[in-house]
């Protein structure tokens, strides 16, 4: 009977036979792949579907159906239909064709390596990549060969720098002891002296060798980054001679060409789209290949986008497997062979591959569009105010070509890091006894806010409408990514990263809530001297002259300047259930802004705040929190005099209220028969008797019925006021 190949049905000849498999099945050498990613199998590597006996296709280990949290069914998968490329239910037909590559030496170097296939590229529902693996593959060996010639002119580098490096500090060094010695035997110098010049010919020696480091560093970063630009190019020069010669869907043969100029992208991210979950298959796919190593970008950018569906998920795979690999903390052998897993990541090691070159490279290896991006940004160290006169704040970060526009992503700012609390703002996910946290709002941040944080040297790639100066990038607000994350916004829209303070020390910050994030945002602050640790003035803690309250969703944080030495105010938030607030746990609070408060003249004397619990001013926390409504008081500040009542309006219910009074320069304990809490129905009664005229703070303090913890009943804070008495 005549042979045919299971997978292009055409005879098979004994010179370029495979089989009999297991299942009785023949192939020929050029069609026996993966039929998922389109992997050369051998029979020692091959597998069959454990799924479905009837299905008689081959796989690599890593396609093989079966049942697992990042592998679809089989029978799924063909539901969902055959292009992995673009989404679409195409059975759309490939023709093998050589890549035709415009650089002439890369052309003759995949001729040469080129293994003849007389068959038809395969045409079925797997191995639905625009580029050949084969010849994807090659191209990777030959960019792997002048990466090789690169690190071994590194390495000589090195070894030449480090001798003659050694050899005129010998050399200073022996001058330098000579001449001691001759004054020391005339009697010039004594050993005192013989101990400071050692010292100081030290110190000298090793700040040399810091600058000879730095400058080689800096050589290898840029011709590291000079050849994966070159690199990145010749495969997506690949791509592109496919998408002309093969038949692809109509979205495929849309992505351009060629890199578009930067312009603003046409739709904000929230319109591509506003939850993590659209990602799911996508980042458990990446979680998983970032726990196994991979031996080449090839088969690895393959692995990570064997199911995505567009260009944006394929950004979003590569962007998730950095993120959760945390190449910077990898541990390496001394000894990396460039033909091992850990060689890939080589540059990683070396230090001469950032996060963002390597983004740039698996990029073009997905064929898409991407560029790194010079400029500076408030990064760590940084404080508002602050001018960028230097090289102290440089930065890079990538812009990458997707759903039709220039999107930004930062790898090094959303790449895990260890935490040490519980905390559910972030997507987290455990890693043996390491946790990361991973946050969403680097990749494909918006212009508008990404602006913020980051300015690049070319005013194009700000992708604004009206792009702005570096001096304005300085006044811009010193924001972090959770001020965005909570969706909130500065009420002055003219408010700059330095605040000065009136004629009367006094200076506000003024945040909007939106009405989703209303009723579990939790705000807190943190005030001390901008020039040092300080966090106190004579004795009285700089948090004492803050008045933070909310009222109609916006949240205020009023400083009086004690002083006028600079103040560095640090605004922090999170968002809390009432339920968790009640168990009494701590709150990890994280800064969202941070603002200089300047006091150029102070002709008045700040009196601080009486001592109360830390935290908002007003009743709106006990409404959000406890569901208590203010009957009478609905403002932080009341106004009184000898005798007030204050009362509020249950709406779930309290078992208990207790009141307390503090004023400046007095005991708490002889305040404390001056307050009584009783409750009738749903009412709230807090009755106060002051015993003097003054500025009096009242700390209030509830709890539910099964408020107990470790067998105490737990009092919660739930508010507090800023009463003025006056007879």
Same mark, same amino acid.
């Given at each position: 009977?005549?042979?045919?190949?299971?997978?292009?049905?055409?005879?098979?000849?004994?010179?370029?036979?495979?089989?009999?498999?297991?299942?009785?099945?023949?192939?020929?050498?050029?069609?026996?792949?993966?039929?998922?990613?389109?992997?050369?199998?051998?029979?020692?590597?091959?597998?069959?579907?454990?799924?479905?006996?009837?299905?008689?296709?081959?796989?690599?280990?890593?396609?093989?159906?079966?049942?697992?949290?990042?592998?679809?069914?089989?029978?799924?998968?063909?539901?969902?239909?055959?292009?992995?490329?673009?989404?679409?239910?195409?059975?759309?037909?490939?023709?093998?064709?050589?890549?035709?590559?415009?650089?002439?030496?890369?052309?003759?170097?995949?001729?040469?390596?080129?293994?003849?296939?007389?068959?038809?590229?395969?045409?079925?529902?797997?191995?639905?990549?625009?580029?050949?693996?084969?010849?994807?593959?090659?191209?990777?060996?030959?960019?792997?060969?002048?990466?090789?010639?690169?690190?071994?002119?590194?390495?000589?580098?090195?070894?030449?720098?480090?001798?003659?490096?050694?050899?005129?500090?010998?050399?200073?060094?022996?001058?330098?002891?000579?001449?001691?010695?001759?004054?020391?035997?005339?009697?010039?110098?004594?050993?005192?002296?013989?101990?400071?010049?050692?010292?100081?010919?030290?110190?000298?020696?090793?700040?040399?060798?810091?600058?000879?480091?730095?400058?080689?560093?800096?050589?290898?970063?840029?011709?590291?980054?000079?050849?994966?630009?070159?690199?990145?190019?010749?495969?997506?020069?690949?791509?592109?001679?496919?998408?002309?010669?093969?038949?692809?869907?109509?979205?495929?043969?849309?992505?351009?060409?060629?890199?578009?100029?930067?312009?603003?992208?046409?739709? =904000? $991210?929230?319109?591509? %789209?506003?939850?993590?979950?659209? &990602? #799911?298959?996508?980042?458990?796919?990446?979680?998983?290949? +970032?726990?196994?190593?991979?031996?080449?970008?090839?088969?690895?950018?393959?692995?990570?986008?064997?199911?995505?569906?567009?260009?944006?998920?394929?950004?979003?795979?590569?962007?998730?497997?950095?993120?959760?690999?945390?190449?910077?903390?990898?541990?390496?052998?001394?000894?990396?062979?460039?033909?091992?897993?850990?060689?890939?990541?080589?540059?990683?090691?070396?230090?001469?591959?950032?996060?963002?070159?390597?983004?740039?490279?698996?990029?073009?290896?997905?064929?898409?569009?991407?560029?790194?991006?010079?400029?500076? =940004? $408030?990064?760590?160290? %940084?404080?508002?105010?602050?001018? &960028? #006169?230097?090289?102290?704040?440089?930065?890079?970060?990538? +812009?990458?070509?997707?759903?039709?526009?220039?999107?930004?992503?930062?790898?090094?700012?959303?790449?895990?890091?260890?935490?040490?609390?519980?905390?559910?703002?972030?997507?987290?996910?455990?890693?043996?006894?390491?946790?990361?946290?991973?946050?969403?709002?680097?990749?494909?941040?918006?212009?508008?806010?990404?602006?913020?944080?980051?300015?690049?040297?070319?005013?194009?790639?700000?992708?604004?409408?009206?792009?702005?100066?570096?001096?304005?990038?300085?006044?811009?607000?010193?924001?972090?990514?959770?001020?965005?994350?909570?969706?909130?916004?500065?009420?002055?829209?003219?408010?700059?990263?330095?605040?000065?303070?009136?004629?009367?020390?006094?200076?506000?910050?003024?945040?909007?809530?939106?009405?989703?994030?209303?009723?579990?945002?939790?705000?807190?602050?943190?005030?001390?001297?901008?020039?040092?640790?300080?966090?106190?003035?004579?004795?009285?803690?700089?948090?004492?002259?803050?008045?933070?309250?909310?009222?109609?969703?916006?949240?205020?944080?009023?400083?009086?300047?004690?002083?006028?030495?600079?103040?560095?105010?640090?605004?922090?938030?999170?968002?809390?259930?009432?339920?968790?607030?009640?168990?009494?746990?701590?709150?990890?609070?994280?800064?969202?802004?941070?603002?200089?408060?300047?006091?150029?003249?102070?002709?008045?004397?700040?009196?601080?705040?009486?001592?109360?619990?830390?935290?908002?001013?007003?009743?709106?926390?006990?409404?959000?929190?406890?569901?208590?409504?203010?009957?009478?008081?609905?403002?932080?500040?009341?106004?009184?005099?000898?005798?007030?009542?204050?009362?509020?309006?249950?709406?779930?219910?309290?078992?208990?209220?207790?009141?307390?009074?503090?004023?400046?320069?007095?005991?708490?304990?002889?305040?404390?028969?001056?307050?009584?809490?009783?409750?009738?129905?749903?009412?709230?009664?807090?009755?106060?008797?002051?015993?003097?005229?003054?500025?009096?703070?009242?700390?209030?303090?509830?709890?539910?019925?099964?408020?107990?913890?470790?067998?105490?009943?737990?009092?919660?804070?739930?508010?507090?006021?800023?009463?003025?008495?006056?007879?």
């Amino acid at each position: 009977a005549e042979q045919c190949c299971h997978r292009c049905t055409k005879k098979v000849y004994p010179t370029d036979k495979v089989g009999p498999l297991k299942d009785g099945t023949f192939f020929h050498n050029g069609c026996f792949k993966c039929y998922i990613c389109g992997t050369r199998l051998a029979l020692k590597t091959y597998c069959n579907n454990r799924n479905n006996i009837d299905d008689k296709e081959v796989y690599c280990s890593n396609h093989v159906p079966v049942a697992s949290p990042h592998d679809l069914p089989l029978e799924k998968r063909q539901q969902n239909g055959s292009s992995h490329e673009n989404g679409h239910n195409d059975q759309r037909r490939y023709k093998y064709n050589d890549a035709g590559l415009s650089d002439m030496r890369i052309a003759h170097a995949i001729k040469a390596t080129k293994v003849a296939k007389p068959y038809p590229k395969i045409t079925h529902a797997g191995a639905n990549y625009v580029v050949d693996y084969d010849d994807q593959t090659r191209l990777e060996l030959i960019h792997r060969e002048d990466e090789d010639h690169m690190y071994d002119q590194f390495s000589q580098q090195r070894k030449d720098e480090s001798h003659e490096f050694e050899q005129e500090t010998k050399e200073e060094w022996e001058k330098a002891l000579a001449d001691f010695a001759r004054k020391f035997e005339r009697g010039q110098a004594n050993n005192k002296q013989k101990d400071d010049l050692i010292k100081h010919l030290t110190i000298t020696r090793e700040k040399k060798l810091e600058t000879l480091h730095s400058r080689r560093k800096e050589r290898e970063r840029y011709l590291t980054q000079e050849l994966v630009d070159r690199q990145a190019k010749e495969m997506l020069e690949l791509f592109k001679q496919s998408r002309n010669e093969v038949e692809v869907a109509d979205d495929v043969r849309a992505y351009p060409s060629s890199p578009p100029p930067p312009e603003p992208p046409h739709c =904000s $991210k929230r319109e591509i %789209y506003t939850t993590t979950e659209v &990602f #799911e298959t996508v980042d458990q796919i990446a979680m998983h290949t +970032a726990q196994s190593d991979v031996s080449s970008f090839t088969k690895l950018v393959r692995l990570l986008t064997y199911d995505a569906r567009n260009d944006v998920e394929k950004a979003r795979a590569i962007y998730r497997w950095i993120t959760i690999k945390n190449l910077n903390l990898m541990n390496f052998d001394d000894r990396v062979d460039k033909d091992t897993p850990m060689g890939l990541l080589r540059g990683i090691k070396y230090g001469t591959e950032s996060y963002h070159v390597l983004f740039k490279r698996l990029c073009s290896y997905a064929g898409l569009h991407c560029v790194v991006i010079r400029g500076f =940004s $408030k990064s760590a160290g %940084y404080q508002p105010g602050l001018a &960028f #006169e230097d090289n102290r704040f440089r930065n890079t970060w990538n +812009a990458v070509y997707l759903d039709g526009s220039w999107r930004f992503v930062q790898c090094n700012w959303g790449a895990r890091h260890l935490v040490n609390a519980k905390d559910n703002s972030y997507d987290t996910k455990n890693d043996g006894n390491l946790r990361y946290e991973y946050d969403d709002h680097y990749f494909m941040t918006d212009p508008v806010e990404f602006i913020y944080e980051f300015f690049p040297e070319d005013a194009p790639w700000q992708l604004l409408q009206r792009p702005i100066t570096l001096r304005q990038f300085e006044r811009v607000p010193f924001v972090r990514s959770l001020f965005f994350k909570y969706g909130l916004q500065f009420t002055n829209r003219a408010l700059e990263s330095v605040c000065y303070t009136d004629r009367s020390g006094a200076a506000s910050i003024a945040i909007e809530i939106p009405p989703e994030a209303a009723d579990n945002l939790i705000f807190h602050y943190n005030l001390k001297f901008y020039d040092d640790d300080e966090t106190t003035i004579d004795g009285l803690s700089l948090k004492r002259f803050v008045m933070q309250s909310v009222k109609d969703r916006v949240v205020s944080f009023r400083v009086h300047s004690p002083s006028t030495r600079p103040l560095l105010l640090d605004i922090f938030a999170n968002s809390v259930s009432s339920g968790h607030y009640l168990t009494g746990q701590p709150i990890k609070f994280k800064s969202v802004c941070k603002f200089k408060i300047v006091c150029e003249s102070l002709g008045v004397i700040m009196i601080p705040l009486p001592e109360c619990a830390s935290g908002e001013w007003g009743p709106a926390k006990a409404t959000r929190l406890f569901g208590l409504y203010p009957i009478t008081h609905s403002e932080a500040i009341v106004n009184a005099g000898r005798h007030v009542e204050i009362r509020f309006r249950m709406s779930k219910p309290l078992s208990e209220f207790v009141a307390s009074l503090h004023r400046n320069r007095t005991d708490d304990r002889s305040l404390q028969h001056c307050c009584v809490a009783a409750i009738r129905g749903d009412t709230v009664i807090i009755q106060i008797e002051f015993p003097d005229e003054g500025q009096y703070g009242l700390d209030i303090y509830t709890r539910q019925n099964d408020a107990i913890v470790n067998g105490k009943q737990l009092l919660t804070h739930c508010c507090k006021y800023l009463i003025h008495s006056r007879s």
